[in-house]
C-alpha cells in the first residue's frame, strides 16, 4: 500500500471514528429518526452534486431494487440503530461494537455464500463473540438495564452492514461504486423519512447541533463513502477492510477527548477480543485467507 492510499486509510478511519462522537452529542437532541434523516438526506444531495459534477447518471429504471436494497441494509438501518443506541451508549463503545461487523460478515458469507469456515476464522468466531459478551457486560452495568437494546442496536447495525456486503457480492451488480453510494443514499432517505416524521426531536437543536449533524451528513458518510469506494478501486477489498481496526482507536480516544469519556479495563478487554477476532477472521492473523475460497 503506498503512501497516499496509507493515508486515505487514515484519513477514513478518523472520520468513521468521529461518526461516533457525533451521534453522541445528535441522538440526544435530534432524536432516532431526525438525525438519522439529517445524515443521510445530507448525504445524498452532497453526492448528488459530486455526481453532477462529475457527470454520472443514477439509471433508476434499471438499478432501482439494488439501490433499494443496500440503501436498506447498508445506510437506513445501521444509521437508524445506531442513532438509537447513541442516545445511551458511549461514542467509545459504539465504535468498538461496530469493529464485529466483519465477524458477522463470516458469519453470513458462510450462511448465505456456503463458504467454509477455516480454523483460524472459527477461532477469530469464538473470541469476537467473547469480546462482545465481555463489551455488553460492562456497557450494562455502566447504562443500566436499558443499555441491553442499546447494545442489541449497535450489534444489530454491525449484522446489517455485513448482510449488505454479502448481498452486494452475491448479486454482482453492474454499478459504479460512486453510483452505488449516490442512489443507495436516496433510497436511505426515503426509508428514513417516515420515521423522522413519527419521531419527535426530544429537545430544540442549537446552532452547534446542526453543525454536528451537517459534518455527519457530508464528512462521516459522503465524503466518507467516496474514500472508502477510492481504497476498494486502489488496493481491493481486503486491505480496505483494514480500516476495521483503527476505527475503535479514533472512535475511543475521541470519545475521552471531546465528552470525557472513561473507558474501563472490561471495554479494553473486550475491543482487544473483538479485533483480534476480527483480524483472525479477515485471515490477518494465521496466515491465507480465514474464509476458504468457494467451490464452483
Known amino acids: 500500500m503506498d503512501i497516499t492510499s496509507l493515508s486515505r486509510l487514515f484519513t477514513l478511519a478518523a472520520i468513521w471514528g468521529g461518526s461516533f462522537l457525533l451521534m453522541r452529542i445528535g441522538a440526544p437532541v435530534f432524536g432516532t429518526g431526525l438525525l438519522a434523516e439529517l445524515r443521510v438526506g445530507i448525504a445524498a444531495l452532497f453526492l448528488w452534486g459530486v455526481c453532477g459534477w462529475l457527470g454520472r447518471r443514477l439509471h433508476l429504471r434499471r438499478h432501482w431494487r439494488f439501490y433499494l436494497v443496500i440503501g436498506l441494509l447498508n445506510s437506513a438501518l445501521p444509521f437508524l ?97 460512486t453510483d452505488v453510494a449516490h442512489g443507495s443514499m436516496w433510497a436511505a432517505a426515503l426509508l428514513v423519512l417516515p420515521f423522522a416524521l413519527l419521531i419527535p426531536a426530544p429537545q430544540v437543536p442549537a446552532p452547534a447541533d446542526w453543525m454536528a449533524a451537517a459534518a455527519l451528513g457530508v464528512l462521516c458518510t459522503g465524503v466518507a463513502y467516496l474514500l472508502y469506494f477510492r481504497l476498494i478501486k486502489d488496493v481491493g477489498p481486503v486491505r480496505a477492510l483494514s480500516v476495521t481496526f483503527l476505527i475503535p482507536v479514533f472512535g475511543v480516544v475521541l470519545g475521552v477527548v471531546f465528552l470525557g469519556e472513561t473507558v474501563g479495563w472490561k471495554t479494553l478487554a473486550g475491543g482487544v477480543l473483538v479485533l483480534l477476532g476480527t483480524a483472525l477472521v479477515n485471515g490477518v492473523l494465521g496466515g491465507g485467507h480465514a474464509l476458504k475460497a468457494e467451490k464452483r
Not at 92 to 119: D, Q, Y
Open 81 to 177: 440503530l445506531f442513532a438509537y443506541a447513541a442516545q445511551t451508549l458511549s461514542a467509545s463503545l459504539m465504535a468498538i461494537l461496530n469493529s464485529s461487523s466483519p465477524i458477522f460478515g463470516a458469519i453470513v458469507a458462510a450462511v448465505w455464500l456456503r463458504r467454509p469456515v477455516s480454523r483460524p476464522a472459527a477461532l477469530g468466531l469464538a473470541l469476537g463473540f467473547v469480546g462482545v459478551a465481555t463489551l455488553a457486560w460492562d456497557g450494562v452495568a455502566m447504562s443500566g438495564d436499558g443499555g441491553w437494546l442499546a447494545l442489541a442496536a449497535s450489534l444489530g447495525a454491525a449484522l446489517s452492514y455485513s448482510i449488505a456486503s454479502s448481498y452486494t457480492k452475491h448479486v454482482q451488480a453492474s454499478v459504479g461504486p
